[in-house]
């Protein structure tokens, strides 16, 4: 993913960025690149609107603040993903509440979101890890509650009743960084069916600016703006997109067949609705994703030990360190009873993932039989030695 060997930028991505530079008009306020994106995104997931930012961070931030939380709010999350996830909570004061794991996917556990859920409770952010559907719609309409969905890893996830990620629930969220299936290097996108979430995103990207009268600052907003130059790069991954993850569908189903037989091996299911941004692996004992993971690397294979080297609610940033100038604000707020579960111990499922058994396999749309059948020989060595 760091060159262009591992990437889909061509001559489609240069000719937009020609156009841009061109036209003379790089901001997307009085651009029209951004705009046409917004409504390649919407049509495409069938949804009325998107408003696209200047990273998935702030495709979530969005998305938080137009759910409103209360200062000292909760919002239910999971503690394997990335720290964009919950870095928007914190920054709208309210509180990141983690709940345990499914040990299979690592996806949040629907019976321990709805154990999470409180008096405070006033978002459900579910996060379909490594582009595999966390189905988090039936407890989110049973309390009421809005889910935001985090589709930075899920482009063109499907439930397994077909729907789209991103549209089961009051808003999705995606990435457009580096790493993801498409790129222009950093950017954001949110849906939404939702008019008065659509529009307090839109203010909140842009200074609460409404921008279609007079110079008046209706809310809280900041500057999240997507450039039409990273736009127009936009629309022609955007483009490519169902081409990349057909790539990835298939080379996966490829791995997941060859290594089938593998004891001690879990593999994803549900091959042609992953998005496979990652290639996951749940090791059982003996075998631990440390070792395994040091003898791929010793093949060649670009594979990591648990994704993130500790879950997020054992980050620093939660535990001890302050949040805001010396205070710990907001987690401080919630009543003694409530205080949120942070730090080693709390989410056992969580750990054993991150400490033990997953293993990632980098995956990419690029990848030959000849590449997968590699990778397969290698993890079959690995943990059969
Ligand atoms: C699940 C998840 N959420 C949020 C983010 C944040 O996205 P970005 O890096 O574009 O800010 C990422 C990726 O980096 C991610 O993988």
């Not at 950093?186 to 609460?208: E, H, P, Q, Y």
């Not at 059982?284 to 395994?292: H, M």
Request: glycine share 10%; proline share 7%; hydrophobic share 45%.
């Amino acid at each position: 993913m760091v060159d262009a060997s591992g990437r889909t930028l061509g001559a489609e991505e240069i000719e937009a960025v020609t156009r841009v530079i061109r036209s003379g008009m790089l901001n997307s306020v009085w651009g029209s690149e951004v705009r046409a994106l917004e409504r390649e995104m919407a049509a495409y997931h069938g949804v009325a609107h998107a408003v696209a930012c200047s990273s998935g961070t702030a495709a979530l931030h969005l998305a938080v603040a137009a759910v409103a939380p209360e200062p000292g709010d909760e919002i239910i999350t999971s503690p394997i993903s990335d720290f964009g996830t919950v870095a928007p909570i914190l920054a709208q004061n309210a509180v990141p509440v983690f709940a345990d794991v499914d040990p299979h996917t690592g996806n949040l556990d629907p019976e321990a979101v709805a154990a999470a859920i409180g008096p405070r409770t006033r978002a459900i952010l579910g996060v379909h890890l490594f582009g595999a559907a966390v189905d988090l719609r039936a407890v989110a309409a049973a309390h009421g509650i809005p889910l935001i969905e985090d589709c930075a890893q899920a482009w063109l996830t499907r439930y397994p009743d077909g729907q789209l990620a991103g549209t089961g629930g009051a808003i999705g969220c995606f990435s457009l960084q580096q790493w993801k299936h498409i790129t222009c290097g950093d950017g954001g996108l949110t849906i939404t069916s939702d008019t008065v979430l659509a529009r307090r995103m839109r203010l909140f990207a842009d200074k609460g600016w409404p921008r279609e009268g007079a110079r008046r600052h209706e809310s809280l907003g900041l500057n999240y703006r997507m450039t039409e130059l990273a736009g127009a790069v936009a629309r022609a991954q955007f483009a490519k997109l169902p081409g990349v993850v057909a790539a990835r569908r298939q080379s996966a189903q490829r791995l997941v067949e060859a290594l089938s037989d593998l004891p001690g091996v879990h593999l994803p299911s549900g091959v042609g609705a992953h998005a496979w941004w990652l290639f996951p692996v749940v090791l059982g004992p003996p075998l631990t994703n440390q070792e395994v993971a040091g003898k791929l690397a010793a093949a060649g294979i670009p594979a990591r030990a648990g994704y993130l080297d500790e879950p997020l609610h054992c980050a620093p940033a939660l535990n001890g360190t302050p949040v805001y100038g010396s205070s710990r604000y907001p987690l401080t707020v919630p009543p003694a009873d409530r205080l949120p579960a942070y730090g080693r111990g709390a989410f056992p499922v969580a750990e054993r993932l991150v400490d033990q058994s997953l293993l990632v396999i980098d995956w990419n749309e690029r990848y030959t039989d000849a590449h997968v059948d590699e990778i397969a020989h290698a993890v079959r060595a690995a943990v059969s030695s």
